[in-house]
């Protein structure tokens, strides 16, 4: 089985940051990954798939790269919306990282 | 617009079973693949099933792979898990999911979520 291991698992930051979460892969899977935005209470929440490919709806400052077995999420400056926890997800196999949880 | 409404949670004894079932509308229900992805109090995302569009297609995680059955009724666009020989670590809030596009590359809509609590 893929496993998915994101770094770091817990990040504190300040509004206006930039902030870059890195998910990486047990083996190759192409850009098959999309990242999620969770928060308390609602349902998870597709920032970015295909790797790089911005969902409808989702600002500009969320940003995704990567290819193979390392990827990253980039928030270009943190907004106070966007504490909340972040997932990675790969589509070779479904499974998910771990989760990191971006706080104040 | 897309709707998934998930029902069937609840509270079951060790070793008891429950069925889950995931209303879809708003879209070609019988053109989407499907999951099924839970989340225990505290922890993160699980992927736990998916079932491709015509229903013969199946996955499941290791973790509840024997136990727990994915399939789909595309004539009243219901979505379904039967649970069985439930454990306590199967506690979760169940979510369903629909792949965003034609090819499983997202999950792009998510139900509400209905809560499994397995506890004597």
Known sequence: DIQLTQSPSFLSASVGDRVTITCRASQDIRSYLAWYQEKPGKAPKLLIYAASTLQSGVPSRFSGSGSGTEFTLTISSLQPEDFATYYCQQFYGWTFGQGTKVEI | EVQLVESGGGLIQPGGSLRLSCS???????????????????????????????????????????????????????????????????????????????????????GQGTLVTVSS
């Not at chain 2, 736990?48 to 996955?59: A, F, M, P």
């Not at chain 2, 379904?80 to 306590?88: K, N, V």
């Open chain 2, 24 to 110: 879809g509308s708003g879209f070609s229900f019988s053109t989407y693949w499907m999951h099924w992805v839970r989340q225990a109090p505290g922890k993160g995302l699980e992927w736990v099933s998916r079932i491709d569009s015509e229903g013969i297609g199946t996955n499941y995680a290791d973790s509840v792979r024997g136990r727990f059955t994915i399939s789909r009724d595309n004539a009243k666009s219901t979505l379904f898990l039967q649970m069985s020989s439930l454990r306590a670590e199967d506690t979760a809030v169940y979510y369903c999911a629909r792949d965003l596009g034609r090819i499983s590359e997202a999950l792009g809509y998510w």
